[in-house]
Nanobody
Framework: VQLQASGGGLVQAGGSLNLSCAASGRTLSFVAAWFRQAPGKEREFVARISESGDNSVYGDSVKGRFTIARDNARNTVYLQMTSLKPEDTAVYYC????????????????WGQGTQVTVSS
């Protein structure tokens, strides 16, 4: 499975961005998640969505501002980000196929290459 993340960019604080993660090579019939990593920091859990899309969980720092969704017909997972803050600046990674606690990056088998999100103040 190959994951391709896209949609990052530069946005002002308070703005919005929508990230996409497209899977190829196999249908995305896995749990999927988004993580992020800022310079000098560990990779941080952002959001996770179940295989069917009917269950999702969020990191405390993004709860109420970000929404994870998926379209299994398109093999794509999305992350809608609103009310962005400068502290949301990071490289965002999509991941799939969870085999351990959902908030651990090491629990996921497949990873995308990352897309940069920069929020200016």
């Amino acid at each position: 499975v190959q994951l391709q993340a896209s949609g990052g960019g530069l946005v002002q604080a308070g703005g919005s961005l929508n990230l996409s993660c497209a899977a190829s090579g196999r249908t995305l019939s896995f749990v999927a998640a988004w993580f992020r990593q800022a310079p000098g920091k560990e990779r941080e859990f952002v959001a996770r969505i179940s295989e069917s899309g009917d269950n999702s969980v969020y990191g405390d720092s993004v709860k109420g501002r970000f929404t994870i969704a998926r379209d299994n017909a398109r093999n794509t997972v999305y992350l809608q980000m609103t009310s962005l803050k400068p502290e949301d600046t990071a490289v965002y990674y999509c991941a799939a196929s969870q085999s351990g606690p959902y908030y651990y990056a090491s629990s996921y088998v497949y990873w995308g290459q990352g897309t940069q999100v920069t929020v200016s103040s």
